[in-house]
């Protein structure tokens, strides 16, 4: 495997803190630890620079997690301050909620968003959920049901039947990392990954 790098996508000494390629690969969104969120557009998987361009609003803190819709019309960010935000991806302008009802996702990393709600209800004590990943739905035994992961700050790890909100969702809680989950990934197989923010481990788990 070879990198090449492609853009500087943020000003110097500012430290990038999330990352998602568009569904038809041919735009990266990034986020900064300032909050801003920037779009470039790559020629391929070659990752030759297009053009680099920045939202034309920012978040009140760094940005952590960020999703695309299927579509690759709409994006949406998670910040620190635990803002939800929504973005049109071909303009970088925000856009109301409303314009997000009822969009299909193509990624699950948000862990504030309408798919996730029901997760922070059921959280322990002071804990608040960071990053999320959903399943396609072959993986769980039920027949097709996608499941829903969701790390917290405290170092959880908890897996929900999706949506979150449903009446027995929550399947199963463990105690992962000691500290925040910063991020979780899943396979098309029955393998999680999860990343500790504090701790620097890698942990892979069979759901």
């Given at each position: 495997?070879?990198?090449?790098?492609?853009?500087?996508?943020?000003?110097?000494?500012?430290?990038?803190?999330?990352?998602?390629?568009?569904?038809?690969?041919?735009?990266?969104?990034?986020?900064?630890?300032?909050?801003?969120?920037?779009?470039?557009?790559?020629?391929?998987?070659?990752?030759?620079?297009?053009?680099?361009?920045?939202?034309s609003?920012?978040?009140?803190?760094?940005?952590?997690?960020?999703d695309?819709?299927?579509?690759?019309?709409?994006?949406?960010?998670?910040?620190?301050?635990?803002?939800?935000?929504?973005?049109?991806?071909?303009?970088?302008?925000?856009?109301?909620?409303?314009?997000?009802?009822?969009?299909?996702?193509?990624?699950?990393?948000?862990?504030?968003?309408?798919?996730?709600?029901?997760?922070?209800?059921?959280?322990?004590?002071?804990?608040?959920?960071?990053?999320?990943?959903?399943?396609?739905?072959?993986?769980?035994?039920?027949?097709?049901?996608?499941?829903?992961?969701?790390?917290?700050?405290?170092?959880?790890?908890?897996?929900?039947?999706?949506?979150?909100?449903?009446?027995?969702?929550?399947?199963?809680?463990?105690?992962?990392?000691?500290?925040?989950?910063?991020?979780?990934?899943?396979?098309?197989g029955s393998?999680?990954?999860?990343?500790?923010?504090?701790d620097?481990?890698?942990?892979?788990?069979?759901?």
């Amino acid at each position: 495997m070879r990198a090449r790098r492609s853009a500087d996508v943020a000003p110097a000494r500012v430290a990038l803190s999330a990352l998602a390629w568009s569904p038809d690969g041919r735009t990266i969104a990034a986020g900064d630890e300032q909050g801003a969120l920037r779009l470039v557009g790559v020629r391929g998987y070659d990752g030759a620079p297009v053009s680099s361009r920045e939202a034309s609003a920012r978040h009140a803190s760094a940005v952590l997690t960020i999703d695309w819709s299927a579509d690759g019309m709409l994006m949406r960010t998670n910040c620190a301050a635990r803002e939800l935000r929504f973005w049109d991806a071909a303009s970088g302008e925000p856009v109301a909620p409303a314009r997000a009802r009822g969009v299909a996702w193509a990624t699950c990393s948000c862990a504030l968003s309408a798919e996730t709600i029901g997760a922070a209800d059921r959280a322990d004590g002071d804990s608040r959920p960071t990053c999320a990943a959903r399943t396609t739905g072959e993986r769980d035994s039920g027949g097709g049901a996608p499941l829903l992961l969701v790390g917290d700050d405290l170092g959880a790890l908890s897996l929900y039947a999706h949506p979150a909100d449903a009446p027995g969702a929550e399947r199963r809680r463990v105690n992962a990392h000691g500290g925040p989950i910063c991020a979780v990934a899943v396979t098309g197989g029955s393998a999680v990954a999860s990343l500790g923010a504090r701790d620097g481990a890698v942990l892979v788990w069979a759901a």
